[in-house]
């Protein structure tokens, strides 16, 4: 933990008194102790006061056996100072990234690569995520033209779904789609107003999770003694950013079934830590908490920026995010910010892109299920009632 935190970590532990840390209100700390309390979640307790992991988790551990090469793939995610980090680490760094990609929210669009020598720099000029002859290529290509306005590239997007099928114009976002691929969007409000949305047209409660919900890992918090537990966890897929469903509770208080899209054993049991960000509010909702394990966000709405990395097989765009962007007219390195989130958000899609248009939510088909995954669900009996049929809703 960062120096400052570890106070309230010690505090919460019984270990030390009610500390005093800049930019910690004591509403806060009360918050934390009320959720200690009750869940003895040193992470969850820093979370319900309005604490992320990247806030009170800081630094790197020095292995006892050095490393010769580190190969860092997204590098364009890498701020300044993990790069001195990893330098420490290891003698020989190879970088991997994009540079139309999106930099880290604290360096201006800057990316650590653009800094190298000529020499160090080799530079690829076509993108070869996707297949040649592919409407979504011919889109991310577009946006490096210096002219493009916004209203050209929409324009672009209708004309290409007009001539393929793999580019879609959609009128409201598909909430069917959301349980397996998230809308990406933009701003943070959009995300945490979208989540809730889905989850009032599933009808889930407040207080609980529904099998079939997504959720995004957000990191594993567990000490030192439990590293084999860890890595294992790790070793099954369960990554920080890992996509992962909801299966249902595990037998032990705060434990989940889960399943981990893509990986080779995807179902596992973990112990849990569960944020949902709530509209207005500064800390999140946490239906329950371990004492420690994997935390995880709601899965349904995710940002450009954390989307970088991952792709699926279709994905929506939610585009008025990208018009606001627009309207801003901010730049990164030269480049309008709006092209680069349009950049990430479009490649990420392998087979279909869908540019959703409006601020609508469709609504779902059905209930919630787990019944397309890959693998046969453990057993227990899943029971959902069927949801009524309403109209589409604003969100």
Excluded at 238 to 260: D, T
Excluded at 348 to 377: F, Q
């Amino acid at each position: 933990y960062d120096p400052e935190y570890e106070k309230i970590a010690e505090w919460l532990g019984g270990n030390g008194d009610r500390p005093e840390v800049e930019g910690v209100s004591d509403l806060a700390l009360d918050r934390a102790l009320s959720f200690f309390t009750s869940n003895a979640s040193i992470p969850g307790a820093l979370a319900a006061a309005g604490l992320r992991g990247s806030d009170f988790i800081t630094g790197w551990k020095r292995r006892e056996e050095p490393l010769d090469v580190g190969f860092v793939d997204e590098s364009s995610m890498l701020d300044a100072q993990q790069l001195e980090d990893l330098k420490e680490i290891f003698p020989t760094l190879i970088l991997f990234g994009d540079p139309a990609q999106l930099a880290p929210v604290n360096q201006s669009g800057a990316m650590v690569f653009d800094a190298l020598p000529e020499e160090r720099r080799l530079v690829l000029s076509r993108v070869h995520r996707q297949t040649q002859d592919n409407p979504i290529l011919d889109l991310a290509h577009a946006l490096g033209d210096a002219s493009l306005q916004f209203s050209d590239f929409e324009q672009m997007v209708r004309d290409a779904s007009m001539r393929d099928d793999r580019v879609v114009i959609g009128q409201r976002v598909e909430s069917d789609l959301m349980a397996r691929s998230p809308v990406l969007v933009w701003r943070n409000v959009t995300r945490i107003k979208l989540i809730q949305a889905f989850r009032g047209a599933y009808q889930a409660p407040m207080e609980e999770l529904l099998p079939g919900e997504p959720l995004i890992c957000d990191g594993i918090e567990l000490p030192l003694k439990h590293r084999k537990k860890r890595l294992d966890l790790e070793a099954r897929g369960l990554i920080k950013g890992a996509q992962v469903v909801y299966l249902g509770p595990g037998r032990k208080p705060g434990f989940s079934r889960l399943h981990v899209i893509g990986a080779e054993q995807p179902q596992l049991s973990a112990a849990s830590i569960v944020k949902i960000e709530m509209p207005d509010e500064e800390e999140p909702f946490i239906p329950f908490a371990a004492r420690m394990g994997a935390t995880f966000l709601h899965g349904a709405a995710v940002t450009i920026h954390k989307a970088q990395g991952s792709q699926w097989d279709t994905v929506q765009v939610f585009a008025p995010d990208i018009f606001v962007a627009a309207r801003m007219n901010r730049t990164e390195a030269g480049t309008q910010l709006w092209k680069r989130l349009a950049y990430v958000a479009i490649t990420r899609a392998e087979n279909r892109l869908i540019w959703v248009v409006r601020n609508r939510l469709a609504r779902p088909s059905g209930a919630l299920a787990v019944d397309d995954l890959t693998e046969a669900v453990p057993s227990f009996e899943l029971t959902m009632e069927p949801i009524e049929d309403q109209k589409d809703g604003a969100f």
